[in-house]
């Protein structure tokens, strides 16, 4: 077995132990990680039993130039920013159209969104099925 060889095998042997952490947390509530992977970066945090939310980096953007959209257990996250009055020496700083879409669980509904000093903050719930009551069956 070469050094490679041991190198994967450590890396699947830690994501199946993190799988095996967050699998019942994460994989139950999103039943796919973002279709697109790259820009912008995000955080999945864990408030209480069956709260979550993502927090998307969004530097340079405010509430105008983003999108959030909630349709058939697809949260969708788009932007743009138009900044056509300034003239750049030199450009830093990416606002570059994004669209971001994350597939979530049926029961999943969206409770709140909010933009604060460049991080969007999107509060996801879970609505809990009511407990079903016991029939009584009687017999004929």
Same mark, same amino acid.
């Given at each position: 077995?070469?050094?490679?060889?041991?190198?994967?095998?450590? @890396?699947?042997?830690?994501?199946?132990?993190?799988?095996?952490?967050?699998?019942? %947390?994460?994989?139950?509530?999103?039943?796919?990680?973002?279709?697109? @992977?790259?820009?912008?970066?995000?955080?999945?945090?864990?408030?209480?039993?069956?709260?979550?939310?993502?927090?998307?980096?969004?530097?340079?953007?405010?509430?105008?130039?983003?999108?959030?959209?909630?349709? !058939? #257990?697809?949260?969708?996250?788009?932007? @743009?920013?138009?900044?056509?009055?300034?003239?750049?020496?030199?450009?830093?700083?990416?606002?570059?159209?994004?669209?971001? @879409?994350?597939?979530?669980?049926?029961?999943?509904?969206? !409770?709140?969104? %909010?933009?604060?000093?460049?991080?969007?903050?999107?509060?996801? #719930?879970?609505?809990?099925?009511?407990?079903?009551?016991?029939?009584?069956?009687?017999?004929?």
């Amino acid at each position: 077995m070469t050094a490679l060889d041991l190198i994967n095998k450590m @890396q699947k042997d830690m994501w199946s132990q993190t799988d095996r952490l967050f699998g019942d %947390t994460f994989d139950s509530m999103f039943d796919s990680w973002s279709k697109v @992977q790259s820009f912008p970066f995000y955080n999945v945090v864990k408030y209480g039993k069956g709260k979550y939310g993502l927090e998307l980096g969004l530097a340079g953007f405010n509430k105008k130039n983003v999108s959030v959209e909630y349709k !058939d #257990g697809v949260l969708t996250v788009s932007g @743009q920013v138009e900044d056509k009055e300034k003239e750049y020496v030199e450009k830093g700083l990416a606002f570059r159209k994004f669209y971001k @879409q994350f597939q979530l669980r049926n029961d999943v509904v969206v !409770d709140d969104a %909010t933009m604060e000093d460049g991080v969007l903050t999107v509060k996801l #719930g879970v609505n809990e099925p009511e407990e079903v009551k016991a029939q009584e069956i009687k017999i004929k």
